[in-house]
């Protein structure tokens, strides 16, 4: 089945750098970008951007844009995002997503996001 | 950016009556809607997309409804399991670009 498995909790200083791994497995990777969504405690979900896996492009978040990358390998099917310059702010739990869309004739419709990884909890404490 | 708003933050809802949540976006983005479901401690589960499409294996009492601006996800007789967050996404552009979510709400026992 398709799976998305995220690393582990992190705990990170501020200013610091922190990069959060996301293994896909069920599907052909290369076939599907990758969404990258956070959520700060207590609060909503926060689209960040996506990568796509054939060829590497990506899509930022405007408020993320310069403090977010986003890369991957596909030799192992593996998504990467990676904060640069954390605060406080940055406390959340991140998740990857693999998108689903339709098409039909000339037009194209999605992104909605099916499954999701597991979270992966950043903490940024001094 | 398409702004997504959701109504009301929270709603308390006896088990067994049904509930209606609201999702109103700046601009239209015709059908392309979608609504999860988040529990304590998990990743958002998809409910509906295309409006009013059931993803796979979504019980029948979930419906979603609207296109355009204004968008309704109801729950008829509502569960146990299904006390949790609903959170709205629009994606309205292809190829895609920018994704956006309401701020979601909580749908608790009353």
């Known amino acids: 089945q398709v799976q998305l498995v995220q690393s582990g909790a992190e705990v990170k200083k501020p200013g610091a750098s922190v990069k959060v791994s996301c293994k896909a497995s069920g599907y052909a990777f290369t076939g599907f970008y990758i969404h990258w969504v956070r959520q700060a405690p207590g609060q909503g979900l926060e689209w960040m951007g996506w990568i796509n896996p054939n060829g590497g492009g990506t899509n930022y978040a405007q408020k993320f844009q310069g403090r977010v990358t986003m890369t991957r390998d596909t030799s192992i099917s593996t998504a990467y995002m990676e904060v640069s310059g954390l605060n406080s702010d940055d406390t959340a739990v991140y998740f990857c997503?693999?998108?689903?869309?339709?098409?039909?004739?000339?037009?194209?419709?999605?992104?909605?996001?099916?499954?999701w990884g597991q979270g992966t909890l950043v903490t940024v404490s001094s | 950016e398409i702004v997504m708003t959701q109504s009301p933050a929270t709603l308390s809802v006896s088990p067994g009556e049904s509930a209606t949540l609201s999702c109103r976006a700046t601009?239209?983005?015709?059908?392309?809607l979608a609504w999860y479901q988040q529990k304590p401690g998990q990743a958002p589960r998809l409910l509906i997309y295309g409006a009013s499409t059931r993803a796979t294996d979504i019980p029948a009492r979930f419906s979603g409804s609207g296109s355009g601006t204004e968008f309704t996800l109801t729950i008829s007789s509502l569960q146990s399991e299904d006390f949790a967050v609903y959170y709205c996404q629009q994606y309205n552009n292809w190829p895609p670009r920018e994704l956006t979510f309401g701020g979601g709400t909580k749908v608790e026992i009353k």
């Open positions: 997503a693999r998108p689903r869309w339709t098409c039909g004739g000339d037009n194209c419709y999605g992104h909605w996001l099916d499954p």
């Open positions: 601009q239209s983005v015709s059908s392309n």
